[in-house]
């Protein structure tokens, strides 16, 4: 695992402690879910490109799995391995490293959905570029322009970012 993209390194503080001597479930939790987010914004998903395309994601689902106590003082690391992508969705797994212990502390399994902010709802990720669609572009469906379709060869824009994680 250690040889997968680190996505988070750090030292763990007294103020993450809790009653029972260790690491507090929830900072499990928030480092995972941040390993994710830093992965995201290094392939693009960026405020950005928030703003420019009125798109970004949404968390559809979390599975958190822990297997080791991670103790105050202790360095810990993220790493990430995606499994499948499409346009519209992205699945994978960030695991928590216990790099003093050298054990494994924790794995998020998550899946991320690329979404217009305007309406709410799931769509492709090159579907939304407003500012960058040229003039006249047709739709083919609510908030859906018809840009870049994966069966005419071209990856759509999170294929491509997805992919960029994938050959790290």
Do not use: W
Not at 38 to 55: E, I, W
Not at 71 to 76: A, E, Q, S
């Amino acid at each position: 695992m250690a040889s997968l993209p680190t996505t988070l390194s750090r030292g763990i503080p007294d103020s993450f402690e809790d009653a029972n001597g260790h690491m507090n479930v929830r900072y499990h939790l928030d480092l995972t879910v941040h390993a994710v987010a830093t992965m995201l914004r290094q392939v693009g998903l960026t405020d950005d490109y928030r703003t420019r395309t009125g798109c970004g994601t949404f968390a559809l689902e979390h599975h958190l799995n822990y297997f080791a106590e991670v103790l105050v003082g202790h360095d810990v690391t993220a790493h990430l391995r995606l499994f499948e992508r499409s346009p519209k969705v992205v699945h994978g797994m960030a695991f928590l490293l216990d790099r003093t212990s050298e054990r494994l502390a924790a794995t998020l399994e998550f899946t991320v959905a690329h979404v217009d902010l305007g309406t709410r709802r799931v769509s492709l990720a090159s579907a939304h570029r407003r500012r960058d669609r040229p003039a006249g572009r047709r739709r083919c469906g609510p908030g859906l322009a018809r840009s870049r379709h994966p069966r005419d060869g071209r990856a759509t824009e999170l294929s491509r970012m997805a992919r960029a994680i994938s050959r790290r």
